[in-house]
Structure formats: structure tokens, C-alpha cells
């Protein structure tokens, strides 16, 4: 699977910003998909996630502020940042998860696309 991933920039702490992550195959049929963070020097790390059936998951620190969806029409993979803040600052990437039906897990990235919040 192809992403590709858009919509990084610079904000100022407390504005927002919309993600998007465009994907080469049937998003619906994608296991999961979802976008990581790696914030300088550090791991990349959970942001959100949303199954095939609709259930998301978020790390703690944005779950009140991130809201990801599925744009299936368009295989989109949108996620919505509110209320950013300086600890937000990081590269973004696109994943993507496809089981087949001999269980074999295929796992795929984007380029990544900069997210930088001033204080």
C-alpha cells in the first residue's frame, strides 16, 4: 500500500490543523490505519488509529484534541488536530495494516509530513 501523506505546517500553540493521508488501496479494507509521531530525537510513538470496523484508539495525550477518520470514497485516512501545542512538534506518518487471509500482516508508511507548533 502507497501513502501519501499531507497537510503538516507551522502553528501557533492552540491552533489546528488537518492531516491527511491518501492511500493506493481500498481503504475499507485495510485492517487499520492510523498516523504515528516523532517528535525530535525521540521514538515514533501512537497518535491515532481507526480499524476496519470504525474503532479508534488514541494515546492519552490527544484524545481529547485529535480526531482521526476514514474517507472511504476517497481512501482517505483524515486526522484533525485541535488545540496544539508545543509538545505536538513532530514528523507525522501515515500507517496502514492489511492481514490477508492467511493471517500474514503487511505494514505500511508514508513519507512522513512536519507538524511544528511555536510557543
Known amino acids: 500500500v502507497q501513502l501519501q501523506a499531507s497537510g503538516g505546517g507551522v502553528v501557533q500553540t492552540g491552533g489546528s490543523l488537518r492531516l491527511s493521508c491518501a492511500a493506493s488501496?481500498?481503504?475499507?479494507?485495510?485492517?487499520?490505519v492510523g498516523w504515528y509521531r516523532q517528535a525530535p530525537g525521540k521514538e515514533r510513538n501512537l497518535v491515532a488509529t481507526?480499524?476496519?470496523?470504525?474503532?479508534?484508539n488514541y494515546a492519552d495525550l490527544v484524545r481529547d484534541r485529535f480526531t482521526i477518520s476514514r474517507v472511504v470514497a476517497e481512501n482517505t485516512v483524515n486526522l484533525e488536530m485541535t488545540n496544539l501545542k508545543p509538545e505536538d512538534t513532530g514528523i507525522y506518518y501515515c500507517?496502514?495494516?492489511?492481514?490477508?487471509?492467511?493471517?500474514?500482516?503487511?505494514?505500511?508508511w508514508g513519507q512522513g509530513t512536519l507538524v511544528t507548533v511555536s510557543s
Open positions: 500507517y496502514a495494516k492489511l492481514v490477508t487471509a492467511a493471517q500474514i500482516a503487511y505494514t505500511d
Open positions: 488501496y481500498n481503504i475499507a479494507k485495510l485492517n487499520t
Open positions: 481507526v480499524t476496519a470496523d470504525g474503532t479508534t
